[in-house]
């Protein structure tokens, strides 16, 4: 049996053009999600792993889309082509134990490790950057402006916790919070 496994790394990216390469490649069945690919316990992979058995085949689109680092992916096709399973992997081929397999499977996987550093690298490179500014704040944005903040405080000098979080929205914790910092 012929299986296919699409992948994207968040749920804002599109598996429609995996989805329709796999079909196009004859899969019977096509395990997909939308999930990191710098974890190794993806739930549809593992599922999908189980599912495997000599003489099947697994097929992506490319090496990257079920392993980042050369190592992991390495092992993987090697354990399952171990395991007598064939892996096509659609901008390559099918891989097997030959010389050649091997080789362009280790320079393809180096690649995409490459490649994850690369981003992880112009993230940090970006946040760096934005760090330099002043009003730069590292974390979630604030859900209130400072001005809000200093309505409810106000409301404060004549109404409870209770309904100064009933009248504008803002929970207890932060009120107090705010009224600490206002005090420093």
Do not use: W
């Not at 299986?3 to 598996?15: C, E, F, K, P, W």
């Not at 990257?64 to 190592?71: G, N, P, Q, V, Y």
């Not at 090697?78 to 399973?85: C, P, T």
């Not at 064939?86 to 091997?102: C, E, F, Q, R, W």
């Amino acid at each position: 049996m012929k299986y296919g496994y699409a992948r994207v790394s968040t749920a804002s990216q599109d598996l429609e053009v995996q989805l329709k390469a796999l079909e196009g490649a004859g899969c019977d069945k096509i395990y997909q999600e939308k999930f990191t690919g710098t974890k190794t316990d993806r739930p549809q992979f593992n599922e999908l792993l189980q599912v495997l058995k000599e003489g099947d085949t697994l097929v992506v689109t490319k090496l990257d889309r079920i392993a980042r680092s050369a190592s992991q992916g390495s092992e993987l096709v090697k354990q399952l082509i171990d395991r007598g399973i064939a892996v096509h992997i659609l901008n390559m081929g099918y891989m097997d134990n030959t010389p050649a397999s091997k080789l362009i499977k280790n320079i393809f996987f180096a690649f995409a490790e490459f490649e994850r550093d690369m981003i992880v690298e112009r993230t940090q490179e970006g946040k760096a950057i934005a760090k330099q500014r002043d009003d730069f704040r590292e974390g979630r944005p604030n859900k209130y402006s400072q001005k809000q903040i200093e309505h409810a405080l106000g409301l404060l000098e004549c109404h409870s916790y209770k309904e100064v979080e009933n009248m504008t929205g803002i929970s207890k914790s932060t009120l107090i919070r705010a009224k600490r910092k206002a005090t420093l």
